[in-house]
């Protein structure tokens, strides 16, 4: 059974840092693709960035490129999103989905499979 689960979130002051964690179950994280997306309140939820299983990334969002950096801990079969710099317009419940593809896709409608999510809130 494939299951993801996040964790990491928390309210964190602007310019501060988090580390999200998707642990998975069920399938190894190394064979497939695994994307972060986000959604804020009365918005659509949007990717974010995507680790291929090759281990090349995708960063879909030019408002944190620079600021996010998404990693891969095979032995824990988790996928991480460092998130610096956070910036309150990245407040957010954040997800990360596989539609069980080597490759990433940055639209939410082409993964099959999600976590519960973990939401980021960045306020002073």
């Known amino acids: 059974q494939v299951q993801l689960v996040e964790s990491g979130g928390g309210l964190v002051q602007p310019g501060g840092s988090l580390r999200l964690s998707c642990t998975a179950s069920?399938?190894?994280?190394?064979?497939?693709?695994i994307g972060w997306f986000r959604q804020a309140p009365g918005k659509e939820r949007e990717g974010v960035s995507c680790?291929?299983?090759?281990?090349?990334?995708?960063v879909y969002l030019d408002s944190v490129k620079g600021r996010f950096t998404i990693s891969r801990d095979n032995n824990r079969n988790t996928v991480y999103l460092q998130m610096n710099s956070l910036k309150p317009e990245d407040t957010a419940v954040y997800y990360c989905?596989?539609?069980?593809?080597?490759?990433?896709?940055?639209?939410?409608?082409?993964?099959?499979?999600w976590g519960q999510g973990t939401q980021v809130t960045v306020s002073s």
């Open positions: 989905a596989t539609n069980l593809r080597f490759d990433c896709m940055s639209r939410a409608y082409n993964y099959g499979y």
């Open positions: 069920g399938f190894t994280v190394a064979n497939y693709a």
């Open positions: 680790l291929r299983s090759s281990g090349g990334n995708t």
